[in-house]
């Protein structure tokens, strides 16, 4: 475990890092001139950088370069013939990039016009970043695509745990300073992100491959024009964008392997054709159109499921990655279209021994082996247009197929860990498909000083597929199927079929006015309409129609118990559809489906005043939000429809205290709202944890009309204090502390469930999370030797407090910390870069955090996952200007994943590796890949 000390003793060495000031590499600027009033190109008018002898002249196009430009801010001087000499302030070069400067000059015939700056920034490099994070009003935090490339990670669940505060939960979900996913909201290019999962409201950060991003911007503070639900962060994540002035064709192969998995046994289920896509749900619907009766399945029905369990097993291949994208762009006169296409495949495949504890249920070890097979197939288009005028049109499009066919089959053993006492079988394909477009504008009307205009459509689709997952038990001494007398058991012999289905349309408007140079004023709007569709089809084998010699059927092996002409009445298994999927009443839901709706109206107004010094966004949102559940609960109508209205103010303060160095205040007011799925009935069985989940509407001993209670939507105040120094272009020292109280907070919890261990949500009282943080970039140039001219240090780490407190009456673990905070988080980075040669050299930590909630009533104690050292290193070389190499090894150290259970004897909350239960524990493999890019043009 990594101690304080430790953390404040890297952390002070860091900081010794950035007290020189280094040299910097020049720059270039290029740009294009034209006339105010007809728009053709100036030929031969002169650009001079002012205060140096640096300058240029306009071609037949009316463009020009100027190269060698030391880093820094310059004034241009432009003039030609006929033509009143401009001045355009303020233009800022940065070290090997390209300042982009379009602009028209006024005839001299007429007074003096104003001048017009047209600039395309890049938004990508760590330097452009760092630049609108130094910029921004808010408390941000963020990465650039420049640093992504460095890293080698293969999406967005691994890059962002590269920001500072950030950690990753089940390979794909992030928490924010400590705080569970579900207090952070997810944007896709200024439009919100679907959620694909069942069972939580998190974005999956799985979807979206690395080299489609561009940046990644985490705001830590709440402003107006942000939304109100988040707590932790708000992720804006934005995809790579086009341009005219930029054309390229680049593909990049990518092989992979990982130790423990690749070359070895590999067991798989039921294969189909179109699996290798990621489209394979299609083909294992339900067979026919059954019928929602009284539950039994007419046998010439039932013979129409086909026996999908065999298993088979071969070796499992490398790991396959392929990537292309196009960019590119025409100018029409000094209009612009530039367009963005981009393809990506993967195919993926693990597997894991994990050892489970399932001291729950039935006080039984379990030795899982897991074997997944992961492929994704995405699609990205996008489109800007530029009317030279200072509007742009932008058309976003994204589409993710993603697809995991899984089987874990399962070794239990008596507590004692040495009988086997029964095996088990876990098989499925699941299937997500998300898309996310937008249409987006931006204008600025010559209005009173300026009035800029920015507006965004949003559309967003997810689905979510689970047809046919199937369980399956043995008695280990008869070596027979375990399965029920009659009726459908959740644990063997069932199949079930779920959809989930969500569309979120949005429409953001926002307008800014200036009144002087100084005052900004902000107005703008949100809507937002989410609705959700779920159904689960639950069926289950039994003995109620098989014949007193059923033995021999019973002691068939897996690959052929559930043959056809197995399912007979009077001869052979009944099949039967649980009662949880059968509408018992007319027109009211079963208990396996539920509609859900969000519908969000917000509007919002700030004032922004900025001097020399100061920095003053003030300003309050205001949300009417009414969501809806419509559902069932055995034959009981469930229609509940809850309006809430939200005030919340907020101010954000900086104070530059010097031209490098500047120091923030902060503090706003957010909310969480509960999710669909916290509410919704439907019951869900976990095979890994041998656990149910279910919403807090749901009663397990409902049955006389009865439901459970809504949960409350959680307020939390916001505070932040941050210090923060920008030596030169591209570094960054930050060091904040902030302080959050909740009212109300969400969380997941063990259930009151006799029979079964269980999880449900319900609202604590009050909660708090305080801590600090330090975000280091430095360049080491500045250490005497050729070699630490090109090395750059990154550090950032996070020490964070929290404590739930629970009433008195609750069943909760008293005053412990929230669910999935850590009270440590560490990253610490090394880049060398060279003309040829790029390596980084990557680590990563988190401190202990909990996973599930325990109780005061044994053995329900908190599970707790425990720290692992991550490294990561890679390489790449650039073969000649268009062909690149570049090979990684990603968690090096290969430590365990590994859970504890506070011991229900003691339940002292030390969680030691040597004493205390464990929960889970496996090695997820080091992990090599090997890539091949090549750009075209």
């Known amino acids: 475990m990594l101690s304080k000390r430790y953390f404040w003793l890297v952390a002070s060495i860091c900081l010794f890092f950035t007290t020189s000031l280094f040299a910097q590499t020049p720059g270039i600027i290029k740009g294009q001139l034209t006339d105010l009033l007809t728009k053709e ?26 190269n060698k430009v030391p880093a820094g801010k310059y004034t241009l001087v432009i003039s030609s013939v006929g033509y009143q000499t401009a001045e355009i302030p303020n233009i800022t070069v940065e070290p090997d990039k390209i300042t982009l400067v379009n602009t028209t000059l006024a005839t001299d015939q007429k007074s003096l016009q104003e001048v017009v700056v047209r600039a395309s920034r890049n938004t990508n490099t760590e330097i452009a970043v760092i630049s609108q994070i130094r910029e ?59 959620s694909s999962e069942t069972d939580r409201k998190a974005f999956s950060f799985d979807i979206i491959p690395s080299n489609l991003l561009d940046r990644v911007l985490i705001f830590k503070t709440p402003s107006p024009e942000l939304p109100g639900d988040f707590a932790g962060g708000m992720v804006k994540v934005y995809t790579r964008q086009p341009s005219y002035t930029e054309r390229s064709l680049n593909v990049s192969y990518t092989v992979g392997a990982r130790a423990g998995t690749t070359f070895n046994n590999f067991t798989s289920d039921v294969k189909y054709n179109k699996d290798w896509l990621g489209f394979g749900d299609s083909d294992r619907k339900l067979p ?39 960019l590119t762009g025409i100018k029409l006169g000094n209009q612009s279209l530039g367009s963005l296409s981009a393809l990506s495949y993967s195919n ?15 006080d039984v070890f379990n030795k899982d082996k897991q074997y997944s097979n992961n492929v994704r197939f995405g699609l990205l288009q996008n489109f800007i247009y530029s009317f030279g005028n200072g509007s742009k049109i932008e058309f976003r499009n994204m589409f993710n197929q993603l697809s995991r066919n899984q089987v874990t089959t399962r070794d239990s053993y008596d507590e004692q860990g040495v009988n086997l006492t029964k095996y088990s079988y876990s098989e499925g394909y699941q299937s997500r498909q998300v898309y996310n477009g937008q249409l987006a504008g931006n204008h600025t009307v010559d209005y009173k000083g300026g009035l800029q205009i920015d507006w965004v459509l949003g559309y967003a ?69 989410k609705d959700r569709t779920f159904v689960a089809r639950q069926f289950g084998y039994s003995l109620s129609a098989i014949n007193p010699n059923y033995t021999q059927l019973l002691s068939q092996p897996i690959n052929q118990i559930f043959n056809p002409q197995n399912v007979e009445t009077g001869t052979g298994f009944g099949f039967e559809e649980d009662g949880n999927s059968i509408a018992t009443q007319p027109g009211v839901k ?36 009414v969501q809806s559940i ?12 809850v309006t809430t209205d939200k005030l919340l103010p907020s101010a954000n303060f900086s104070y530059n205290i010097t031209e490098k160095a500047l120091i923030r205040a902060a503090y706003g007011r957010t909310l969480n709202r509960p999710e669909f799925r916290e509410w919704a009935p439907f019951v869900y069985y976990d095979f890994d944890l041998n656990a149910l989940t279910y919403g807090s509407l749901y009663l397990p001993s409902a049955g006389n009309g009865t439901v459970g209670t809504l949960l409350k939507v959680a307020d939390i105040d916001n505070f932040d204090l941050r210090y923060e120094y920008y030596p030169s272009n591209g570094e960054n020292v930050h060091f904040g502390v902030f302080y959050k109280h909740f009212n109300n907070p969400i969380e997941s919890s063990i259930a009151n469930n006799p029979s079964n261990l269980a999880f449900t949500y319900i609202n604590a009282p009050s ?107 890679t390489v790449s070389r650039d073969i000649t200007n268009r062909f690149s190499i570049n090979g990684g090894i990603s968690d090096l150290l290969n430590q365990r994943v590994l859970m504890l259970q506070d011991d229900p004897t003691n339940k002292n909350s030390k969680f030691e590796r040597s004493t205390d239960p464990h929960f889970i524990d496996y090695k997820r493999g080091s992990y090599f890949t090997l890539g091949l890019r090549y750009r075209f043009f």
């Open 41 to 66: 190109a100036l030929i031969g008018a002169g650009v001079l950088v002012k205060g140096t002898t640096l300058g240029g002249s306009t071609d037949i196009e009316g463009n020009f370069i100027i």
């Open 288 to 326: 026919v159109a059954i019928p929602n009766s009284n539950g039994v399945i007419p046998t010439a029905q039932a013979k129409t499921f086909p026996n999908t369990y065999p298993l088979t097993t071969n070796s499992a291949i490398p790991d396959q990655r392929f990537n292309i994208s196009y």
């Open 767 to 873: 909660a708090y999370a305080m801590g600090v943080e330090l975000d280091v970039r430095k360049r080491l140039d500045f250490l005497s030797g050729s070699f630490f001219k090109n090395l750059t240090l990154l550090f950032n780490g996070s020490l964070i407090k929290s404590e739930v407190k629970v009433d008195a009456q609750q069943s909760w673990t008293p005053n412990r910390k929230l669910q999935g905070q850590s009270p440590y988080v560490v990253n610490m980075g090394l880049y060398y870069q060279t003309t040829k040669w790029q390596f980084s050299g990557l680590y990563n930590v988190f401190g202990p955090r909990i996973v599930y909630v325990g109780s005061s009533n044994p053995p329900y104690s908190e599970v707790v996952e425990m720290p692992r050292n991550t490294i990561d290193l």
């Open 136 to 194: 921004a009003q808010q408390v941000v935090s963020g990465i650039s695509a420049e640093q992504i490339v460095k890293s080698q990670d293969r999406d967005a669940a691994e890059v962002v745990r590269r920001i500072p505060g950030v950690t990753i939960v089940d390979n794909r979900f992030i928490n924010i300073r400590g705080l569970n996913d579900r207090y952070n909201t997810v944007w896709l290019n200024d439009a919100v992100a679907p």
């Open 348 to 362: 993926t495949f693990t597997s894991f021994d994990i050892n489970r504890l399932d001291v729950f249920r039935e």
């Open 590 to 625: 079963p208990n396996y489906s539920y509609d859900a709706s969000n519908k969000l109206a917000a509007g919002y107004t700030s004032l922004n005043y900025t001097s020399d010094k100061i920095k003053l966004l003030v300003g309050a949102r205001f949300e009417h939000n």
């Open 630 to 641: 419509v559902a069932g609960l055995n034959g009981t109508p469930i229609n509940r429809s």
């Open 461 to 529: 689709r997810s689905n979510k597929h689970e047809p046919d997952y199937r369980r399956l038990q043995y008695n280990a001494q008869s070596n027979q199927a375990i399965l029920p007398q009659s009726g459908v058991d959740l644990f063997t012999g069932s199949r079930l079929y779920q959809d989930l289905g969500e569309n979120i349309y949005s429409l953001n408007l926002g307008l800014k006015q200036k009144f002087s140079d100084h005052v900004e004023v902000s107005l703008g709007t949100y809507i937002e309409n």
